[in-house]
């Protein structure tokens, strides 16, 4: 046989006035009136079918019966009150971002200050690495990365904006090449591969050997600014540099048939933290896509 559960605002009456062994005590912690508490107490006794408390001589006793609840509804509100703060708790602490270094520095770091200013509640703190994602070992709340890179996957993953990469190089030396970017060095990134040969297939080039090799995208973009040679990048990790005319793309971007996806452990959807980031990292890809044009 299956009981109803009685409603939270009558246990809470019901909690108090056993604990203190007065409802008007009762009522001056809860801030109500001494008959509240009364038909409180009644209505719970009528719908469990017991007395709780035995009324004599203006003053109220528990009975067998409400000595063993009172001790459960304790309990349970101990447990109500400490699950409530555990969910505050996660509600307040900062959400943790892994995402590859070079997007990190380059595209993500400068435009913290414009989240930070939109989502003044959420504390996002960031994590740079790339590859396969362990939230827990890792103790990382998102991950952003490319569909591509052998991630692994989280339980949830939600698309965020297509990858674009194209040639770029520091305007001087594009001058001093007389406008001719074929002709530049090519430098190249242990993180990527691959990015010159595909591009250049693409393109219906020819490859050609390279003229400088770094560990990091973001080594290789700072070679290009420096005047080294002309890097493959992503339009994300270029968008800042282009725009302060310390990089051109003579050639354009393309997109590389890959896209950035957010995932999470948990679902976005529900999750308002969560799902605040993923709507911001969409508009701010959108908005670096529609600075620079990208062929398909």
């Not at 246990?11 to 001494?34: D, I, N, Y």
């Not at 004599?56 to 509100?77: I, M, P, Q």
């Not at 994602?133 to 490319?146: G, K, N, P, T």
């Not at 605040?276 to 890809?285: G, S």
Request: with cysteine.
């Amino acid at each position: 046989m299956s009981y109803r559960i009685p409603a939270l605002n009558a246990v809470r009456v019901f909690e108090a006035a056993a604990r203190h062994g007065s409802f008007v005590k009762a009522a001056a912690e809860l801030c109500v009136t001494h008959g509240a508490v009364s038909r409180q107490v009644r209505q719970l006794e009528e719908g469990l079918g017991v007395a709780l408390f035995e009324r004599r001589n203006r003053a109220v006793f528990l009975t067998a019966a409400g000595e063993s609840f009172y001790h459960s509804c304790a309990e349970a509100l101990r447990l109500l009150e400490q699950g409530a703060a555990r969910a505050r708790r996660q509600a307040d602490a900062p959400l943790r971002l892994s995402c590859e270094p070079t997007i990190a520095m380059r595209w993500l770091i400068p435009r913290l200050p414009a989240f930070q200013a939109e989502h003044p509640g959420i504390e996002l703190l960031l994590s740079a690495a790339g590859g396969k994602v362990d939230f827990s070992s890792q103790r990382i709340d998102l991950a952003l990365r490319r569909d591509d890179s052998g991630w692994g996957l989280g339980d949830h993953v939600a698309a965020v904006a297509r990858e674009c990469v194209g040639p770029v190089c520091a305007p001087a030396r594009l001058g001093a090449a007389g406008g001719d970017w074929r002709g530049l060095p090519l430098l190249h990134a242990d993180s990527r591969p691959e990015a010159w040969s595909r591009w250049l297939t693409a393109q219906g080039e020819m490859a050609r050997a390279e003229a400088g090799r770094f560990e990091h995208f973001y080594l290789s973009l700072q070679a290009a600014e420096a005047g080294l040679g002309q890097a493959i990048a992503s339009v994300y990790m270029a968008a800042d540099a282009l725009a302060l005319g310390q990089l051109t793309a003579p050639a354009g971007f393309r997109a590389d048939g890959s896209s950035y996806v957010l995932l999470s452990p948990r679902p976005f959807e529900g999750d308002t933290r969560r799902q605040a980031v993923l709507d911001w990292l969409r508009r701010q890809m959108a908005l670096d896509l529609a600075r620079n044009d990208c062929a398909d």
